[in-house]
């Protein structure tokens, strides 16, 4: 459970509209089958 409060503590320093940043900058093209773009970094940050 430690992982989730750890991500709510990173989450919340995350800017503004960073979801709306991410698609207009091209860093996000699509979801690959992932629920939400939350979801997919969350995903992405486990395996590093």
């Known amino acids: 459970m430690a992982e989730l409060e750890n991500w709510d503590v990173l989450h919340g320093s995350f800017p503004a509209g960073w979801e709306l940043l991410g698609r207009a900058n091209g860093a996000v093209k699509r979801l690959r089958g992932f629920s939400s773009l939350e979801a997919l970094l969350w995903t992405q ?3 590093i």
Do not use: G, M, R
């Open 45 to 47: 940050l486990v395996h």
